[in-house]
């Protein structure tokens, strides 16, 4: 069973009087433990489909399910439960809050969640060990280069244990060498733990360690073909 279906999601806009399909007519089964990547040129419509996939916004038409159950459209509250227990977020500008050091911004889902203090710090060591920086809790994100950061809002998405990660253009703003640690951590997490990860990139250092791109054209999703590694 997939773990997240859509059938016919359509998705508009109005702006001044023009209605904007920002999605047309989408069908889509994301599996578990893929990592997919969603390509396309600017305004085709990756962060609306991010956005409905990441259970940030609802769609005007079409069915989804999530883990094999509906999701309706009209409860925001299922939805923002489910996001919070089930969804990490990955984005290009590591979007980790400024005053917060590297621990504070991971334990901060956590907090959300209500999870007890004790088992907090236990996940919140075990996630910054699993990036790889163990030691580096204290530093605020402006004391640490632009693969450190982004490690820390992977660990941020992964230690509430997400069945799925949603990453916007996760390495456009690393040079070579980090985008590919961050690369490899993504795999290695899907692999290990059966997370899924859904991509919005243009990154062909990404792409080819994708199990397949989904490119969108005007709102239209064409699907590419599944390849093995
Ligand atoms: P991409 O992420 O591929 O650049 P988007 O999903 O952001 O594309 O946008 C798809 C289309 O929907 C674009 O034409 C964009 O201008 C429009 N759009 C997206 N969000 C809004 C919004 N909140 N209000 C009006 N138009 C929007
Ligand atoms: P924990 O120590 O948090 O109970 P595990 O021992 O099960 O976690 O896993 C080791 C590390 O792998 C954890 O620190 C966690 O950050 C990461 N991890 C666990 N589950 C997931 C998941 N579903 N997706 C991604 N990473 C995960």
Known sequence: EPLMS?????????????????L??????????EIAAITGPSGSGKSTLLNLC?????????E??????????????????????????????????PVMNAYDNVD???YLLGVPA??????????LERVGLAGLGKHRPDQL????????????????HPQLVIADEPTANLDAATAAQIIALMKDLAHEHGT???????????????????????GVLLEGARHAH
Not at 24 to 33: E, H, K, M, T, Y
Not at 55 to 62: E, P, Q, S
Not at 76 to 83: F, G
Not at 147 to 159: L, N
């Open 64 to 97: 989804m399910l999530y883990a094999g159950q509906p999701l309706p459209a009209a409860d925001d509250a299922r939805k923002t439960l489910l996001r919070r227990q089930t969804i990490g977020f990955v984005f290009q500008s590591f979007n980790l809050v």
């Open 24 to 33: 047309r007519n989408v069908d889509l089964a994301v599996l578990r433990g």
């Open 196 to 218: 899924t990860f859904l991509v919005a990139t243009h990154d062909d250092r990404m792409l080819g360690h994708c199990d397949r791109a989904l490119a969108l054209a005007d």
């Open 118 to 127: 004790a088992e907090r710090v236990r996940r919140v060591n075990g996630a």
């Open 108 to 110: 901060f889902p956590l």
């Open 6 to 22: 859509l059938r016919g999601i359509s998705k508009s806009f109005t702006l001044g009087g023009n209605t904007i399909h920002a």
């Open 145 to 160: 280069s632009g693969g450190q950061r982004q490690r820390v809002a992977i660990a941020r998405a992964i230690v509430k």
């Open 54 to 62: 990441g259970l940030l916004d609802t769609a005007d038409g079409g």
